[in-house]
């Protein structure tokens, strides 16, 4: 699998250091508070793992599900919700945490979302953000790292849904994609 990439964008060794740093940053801001962390399924869930397991306070996490109408790399800003959250938010301290953030659209819509159920706070944490391509206004309060228009995938991300075992985050060669739109 990793014969497929272009090249490697992130390491293993990268992203570890950065999760941990940006636990400790989380871990910092929220002392004393009692913090949810909202994981965006399915991309988002090997950050979420390594994430909650660097932050050195208590914390809670559910997860949401969501699908964008529109093709599988434009987004519409349409967004559905495929699984809500098991708990009411309302007074809680929140923190939605993305795989990566491209247009925005995805966000900007969550957040509104979240916001009508009256978190103590609301705030947001992306491994990636890719500024370029935004779309929607969007505060990233947290972010690991930000990176070019480039598709990539990888821990967590996937390209038809493979690709998100692998530990390292990468862009894949063109003629992976020029394969997969023959069949
Ligand atoms: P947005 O609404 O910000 O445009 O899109 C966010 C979602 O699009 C992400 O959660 C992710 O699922 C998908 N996405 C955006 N850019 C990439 C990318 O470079 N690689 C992969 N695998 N997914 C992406």
């Known amino acids: 699998m990793r014969s ?6 992130l390491t293993e060794e990268e992203i570890t250091a950065k999760v ?3 636990g400790q940053t989380i871990s910092t801001d929220y002392a004393n508070k009692e913090l949810l962390m909202v994981g965006i399924l399915k991309g988002a869930m090997i950050f979420m793992a390594d994430l909650v397991r660097s932050v050195n306070i208590p914390v809670e996490f559910d997860f949401m599900a969501v699908s964008s109408y529109g093709s599988a790399n434009k987004s519409s800003g349409v967004v559905r919700i495929l699984k809500d959250l098991e ?26 979302n979240l916001q009508t159920r009256e978190p ?19 505060t990233v309060n947290y972010n690991g790292f930000t990176i ?16 998100r075992n692998l530990k390292d985050i990468l862009v894949l060669r063109p003629e992976i994609y020029q394969k997969q739109g023959e069949e």
């Open 87 to 112: 708990q009411s938010i309302e007074g809680r301290h929140v923190l939605l945490v993305e795989d990566i953030v491209d247009t925005g659209l995805t966000l900007k819509y969550l957040l509104e």
């Open 20 to 22: 941990l740093q940006l």
């Open 4 to 9: 497929d990439a272009e090249k490697i964008l």
């Open 120 to 138: 103590a706070s609301l705030r947001t944490c992306t491994l990636l953000d890719k500024p370029e391509r935004r779309q929607a206004e969007v």
């Open 148 to 163: 070019p228009d480039e598709f990539v995938v990888g821990y967590g991300l996937d390209y038809n849904e493979k690709y």
